[in-house]
Nanobody, 121 residues
Framework: QVQLVESGGGLVQAGGSLRLSCAASGRTFSMGWFRQAPGKEREFVAAISRSGGSTAAADSVKGRFTISRDNAKNTVYLQMNSLKPEDTAVYYC?????????????????WGQGTQVTVSS
């Protein structure tokens, strides 16, 4: 059983930056970030392979968000720059058992409790 704890969310003005962190209780493989806005389905944001050598990002965040990981700390990060009001959502960290990049929610076994990100205009 792996427990995931997200941190780093908050309120920021449009154009600002935030860095989310997700600390895992044990060794993890594929990891990803998803988000869910009120009244909408959970959507893929970014994912990273076990080694950190491969990443993927949703078109809506490409060029603005960067996912990275520190396996020595069992932690994955999401650096979010040039934030927009439409980025407002609860952001969830997820961990799976694959070694590659996984962009589908069904590919993840463990989920964090979520952290709120609010971007004001």
């Amino acid at each position: 059983q792996v427990q995931l704890v997200e941190s780093g969310g908050g309120l920021v003005q449009a154009g600002g930056s935030l860095r989310l962190s997700c600390a895992a209780s044990g060794r993890t493989f594929s990891m990803g970030w998803f988000r869910q806005a009120p009244g909408k389905e959970r959507e893929f944001v970014a994912a990273i392979s076990r080694s950190g050598g491969s990443t993927a990002a949703a078109d809506s965040v490409k060029g603005r968000f960067t996912i990275s990981r520190d396996n020595a700390k069992n932690t994955v990060y999401l650096q979010m720059n040039s934030l927009k009001p439409e980025d407002t959502a609860v952001y969830y960290c997820a961990a799976g058992s694959s070694v590659g990049v996984v962009i589908d929610t069904r590919g993840y076994k463990y989920w964090g409790q979520g952290t709120q990100v609010t971007v004001s205009s």
